[in-house]
Nanobody, 122 residues
Framework: QVQLVESGGGLVQPGGSLRLSCAAS????????RAWYRQAPGKQRELVAT???????SYADSVKGRFTISRDNAKNTIYLQMNSLKPEDTAVYYC????????????????WGQGTQVTVST
């Protein structure tokens, strides 16, 4: 099993910044794909950003240029730096990890964190 623990959520004004962290522990050997998802009230969970073991990243169009995903391999932790936040970024943000993922995104095992609330409001 892999355990994922997120932190860093909170309340921020529009235009502000937050940094989310997600630490992985347990049987992490084989994890080669990490990502952030979010789910707003009444909406489906959506992919925000991904980072693979080779360092390649991808972003949802709605966050490109504002969010940055990164990782610290020594700490088994990924981050999501969120700048220029908008009210529509309000959601529960979930950390994701996949083991032995292939180029098509199929992973033999997947894991989720418990989620952290991000609220962008005046």
């Amino acid at each position: 099993q892999v355990q994922l623990v997120e932190s860093g959520g909170g309340l921020v004004q529009p235009g502000g910044s937050l940094r989310l962290s997600c630490a992985a522990s347990g049987r992490i050997f084989g994890v080669n794909h990490r990502a952030w998802y979010r789910q707003a009230p009444g909406k489906q969970r959506e992919l925000v950003a991904t980072i693979s073991s080779d360092g390649s990243t991808s972003y949802a169009d709605s966050v490109k240029g504002r969010f940055t995903i990164s990782r610290d391999n020594a700490k088994n932790t990924i981050y999501l730096q969120m700048n220029s936040l908008k009210p529509e970024d309000t959601a529960v943000y979930y950390c994701y990890a996949g083991k032995y993922c292939d180029g098509r995104g199929y992973c033999t095992s997947t894991y989720w964190g418990q989620g952290t609330q991000v609220t962008v409001s005046t």
